[in-house]
């Protein structure tokens, strides 16, 4: 494999499934790769960025245009390894400077065979994508440069994200356990801990669980395969069901889970895919977004309050509720709570007669701000209340 230092040499190119290209220099990895092209709007981060399921088969760009300043380190990862398919970004730093850096960001790219490219303007390719929508996208260096025909050619037979089943590829595959946490931030003893969480797997990230061990809670991790006795079989107080990748029409296995757990009315709290797949379970349907919105500084508001938060996004797809009447479902009604201020598309939803909501977004703030925290309060006052979960519906919305 090239050396990070010697690929920055090597001519790059990346192409667009509409035939647009853009010429550049490898980085990371040199070789050719797929996915959807898609644009990140977070000005830093992007350690937790790459290292997120939810971004698996996708190609992402950086809107910021300097990237890798702060180099690598080994506490910030959120999964096991790097999931986007491909990297793109304007000026990487030559040499990376923070104290807790152990690497630079194109050897950690290099290492684990993630191609990238530099030196291209991410501000046309962002307009680009913003115009004609998120895109089929290959990006090509080294012996993998041909002609442009035959490298338009590969790019437009690779999968297209639409119909695509992933959340099982970058889930566990075996159950494992977040401990509690005590005051003093060390791990509780098993079976100590005030309130159980079986949280499904459908790509979650490292500090998702985290977050709720730091309110006292242990967090079985299921896989996204879990059967409803694996479920129960970890005695729940709530079920929490995870961000992942993929289209969620095609998530039949999740939905189904989650039914069962509405039908028991058992404490329920979804996160991006996960209310993805409680806008299914209610019967609402799900669309592909233009470009998805993917950044940490999206406006949403949560309309139970009224406050407006800025959140942590990455998704393609949204659920498709109506946003100013209440819906009635087989498990009772469900409104809108939250709902993204820039273009109005659905961030959150609560049901009235069960204790069951849902956000669209990252509220574990790895990376991104810590507005959102409240959500993790929330689930713990739902799964202490027991019973004591109907909710009137918000001012101004029809019944």
Known sequence: MTAPTQARRVPAVLVLEDGRTFRGRAYGAVGETFGEAVFSTGMTGYQETLTDPSYHRQVVVMTAPHVGNTGVNDEDPESRRIWVAGYVVRDPARVPSNWRSRRPLDEELAAQGVVGISGIDTRALTR???ERGAMRVGVFSGDAVADEAAMLAKVQAAPQMKGADLAAEVATTEPYVVPALGPDGEPLPAGSATLTVAAVDLG?????????????IE????????TLEDVYAVGPDGVFFSNGPGDPATADHPVALMR???????PLFGICF??????????FGTYKL???????????????TGKVEVTAHNHGFAVDAPLDEVSETPFGRVQVSHVCLNDDVVEGLQLLDAPAFSVQYHPEAAAG???????????VELMRDGDQHRTAPLEGQRA
């Open 128 to 130: 680009h994508l913003r």
């Open 204 to 216: 979650i990230k490292g500090m998702t669980p985290h977050r709720m061990a730091e309110r006292g």
């Open 219 to 226: 967090v079985h991790i299921l896989p996204a395969t879990a």
């Open 260 to 266: 069962g757990v509405l039908e028991r009315g058992t």
């Open 274 to 283: 996960g209310n993805q797949i409680l806008g299914r379970a209610l019967g």
């Open 290 to 304: 233009k470009y998805g919105h993917r950044g940490i500084n999206q406006p949403v508001q949560d309309r139970t």
């Open 369 to 379: 701000p810590h507005d959102a925290a409240y959500l993790f309060d929330r689930f």
